[in-house]
């Protein structure tokens, strides 16, 4: 029998109306017998159906949201992102994902703590933030919190209180056993985004995808969804620095459109 923390995905949207891209997350998640949880601090007014709203400033005030100032991810709230999952961990338990987090398949993890990877090329795959569970008591999530703590949020760089942090707390308190391969939860690595989630691929760069598998296996990493994929992930940050409409119209044949099509997402 599932737990019930199994059941419920959470996490935060700033701002007013969803894209297609936060719609099918959402509806994916519901799809798959999930019941998705959404923290917000405005009215927003196209989520799906069955999706569950929550006043975000129970977890903590409006007045706290920044955005980076300069580099990679300027402008973006991803950093305070990166502080609101670990209080509403801290606070309800279970799982976080982000909302460019599209579930294929139902969440089924007996642990009381998991974590995702993500492929990083020559470093292989590193920890990430984008998708984890822990219960309220978590000493991982004080440790991170004690860590945020020390750090000047309006001038950190990107990453620094996310993936960097949850890297770090990961090899501190030794729980590297509980990170899960990267194709479990961000089969497609970010780099990949535009050719194998939208599409934006030539005639001849489709067919030598097909064939990679036979003439370059060991380019393959980061580029196939498995049978052991729960997810898959949008990469929200290469959309913004790449200027590409997540209400657009895509390759019909795109995992984005197949996904939307699947989900009833217009």
Known sequence: MESDINKHIQSLWI???????????????????HNFHLYAY????NAPKDTIIHNARSIIGEEA?????TGWGAGSVSGFADLFRLLMVQKNGGWWV???????????FEADTVFCSSYEGEYDQLVNNCVFKAPKDSDFVQYCLDQIALIDLKTMSFGLAGPFLFQKAVKELELEKLVL???????IAWKNVSELILGKMSTSSKVKEVLRPLLKPDTMPGRKIGPESYTVH???????????????????GSLFEKLKRKHGIK
Do not use: A
């Not at 701002?15 to 099918?24: D, F, H, M």
């Not at 949201?65 to 100032?69: D, L, T, V």
């Not at 982000?98 to 398949?105: F, P, T, V, Y």
């Open 42 to 45: 405005e009215e927003i007014t």
């Open 65 to 69: 949201i920044f955005k980076y100032k």
């Open 15 to 33: 701002g007013g109306q969803l894209s297609k891209v936060e719609q099918l997350c959402i509806q994916s998640f519901i799809d798959h017998g």
């Open 98 to 108: 982000d909302m460019d987090i599209i579930c294929l398949k139902k969440f089924d």
């Open 234 to 252: 949008f990469w929200n940050e290469i959309w913004n620095t790449g200027k590409l409409d997540k209400n657009g119209q895509y390759d019909k």
């Open 181 to 187: 391969p990267y194709r479990y939860f961000n089969p």
